[in-house]
Nanobody, 130 residues
């Protein structure tokens, strides 16, 4: 079965950390643009961080730069999002996405609607609250 499965979300206090995982099955993430997208209540889904599996280049939205790291484990066919110093405004449902396109991750995070998403994960809730 071809799918992306996220895990690792939860409730955390401001300043805390979480590591999200996105495991791909049924296909390999080679030559894909992969991204983590966040949707807060009442807001549009936005790109948080993206990575090109071909080049390893990474992109981070300004709102998370310096606090979040995206990494890909080829052996496990999994992409991770390490989130530190979490803030209440980081709250939302986090989705991972993958599309077979060779493109700079900045453009994929910024314009995924036009570029397309072949696979979406089911989403994992992150709540940052005291």
């Amino acid at each position: 079965q071809v799918q992306l499965v996220e895990s690792g979300g939860g409730l955390v206090q401001p300043g805390g950390s979480l590591r999200l995982s996105c495991a791909a099955s049924g296909f390999t993430l080679d030559h894909y643009a992969i991204g983590w997208f966040r949707q807060a209540p009442g807001k549009e889904r936005e790109g948080v961080s993206c990575i090109s599996s071909s080049t390893g280049r990474r992109y981070y939205a300004d709102s998370v730069k310096g606090r979040i790291t995206i990494d890909k484990d080829n052996a496990k066919n999994t992409v991770y999002l390490q989130m530190n110093s979490l803030k209440p405004e980081d709250t939302g449902v986090y989705y991972c996405a993958a599309h077979p396109v060779l493109i700079d991750p900045y453009y994929y995070c910024s314009d995924y609607k036009s570029l397309g998403v072949l696979y979406w994960g089911q989403g994992t809730q992150v709540t940052v609250s005291s």
